[in-house]
Nanobody, 128 residues
Framework: QVQLVESGGGLVQAGGSLRLSCAAS????????MGWFRQAPGKEREFVAA????????YYADSVKGRFTIARDNAKNTVYLQMNSLKPEDTSVYYC?????????????????????WGQGTQVTVSS
């Protein structure tokens, strides 16, 4: 059982940066692969990034590779998404998610149904 709360969203100009945080309440945060997804109006939820249990193995969608960085601090039960060089097309609600079972099927880290717990989301708006 994990509860996730995202924060850090807001309005930023194109080319700017934001850092999203996802705070987890629960007893076994380090047992979960953590991911970030986003969803814009009228679009499907889209994978953004994921990170392994120890934090040593990040993975990114092609659309954000080189611009976004995912990190986690297991001592603080928090996962972060540093977003640089933001573009208007990054505008979306961003969700963090936790997966307990991904470990042995790492190739499924971008599959929405692999995640067991979801936060409420935080709005990111990038103006041109």
């Amino acid at each position: 059982q994990v509860q996730l709360v995202e924060s850090g969203g807001g309005l930023v100009q194109a080319g700017g940066s934001l850092r999203l945080s996802c705070a987890a309440s629960g007893r076994t945060f380090s047992s979960y692969v953590m991911g970030w997804f986003r969803q814009a109006p009228g679009k499907e939820r889209e994978f953004v990034a994921a990170i392994s249990r120890s934090g040593g193995r990040p993975y990114y969608a092609d659309s954000v590779k080189g611009r976004f960085t995912i990190a986690r601090d297991n001592a603080k039960n928090t996962v972060y998404l540093q977003m640089n060089s933001l573009k208007p097309e990054d505008t979306s609600v961003y969700y963090c998610a936790a997966s307990f079972n991904i470990g042995t099927n790492w190739y499924r880290l971008n599959v929405e149904s692999e995640y067991d717990y979801w936060g409420q989301g935080t709005q990111v708006t990038v103006s041109s």
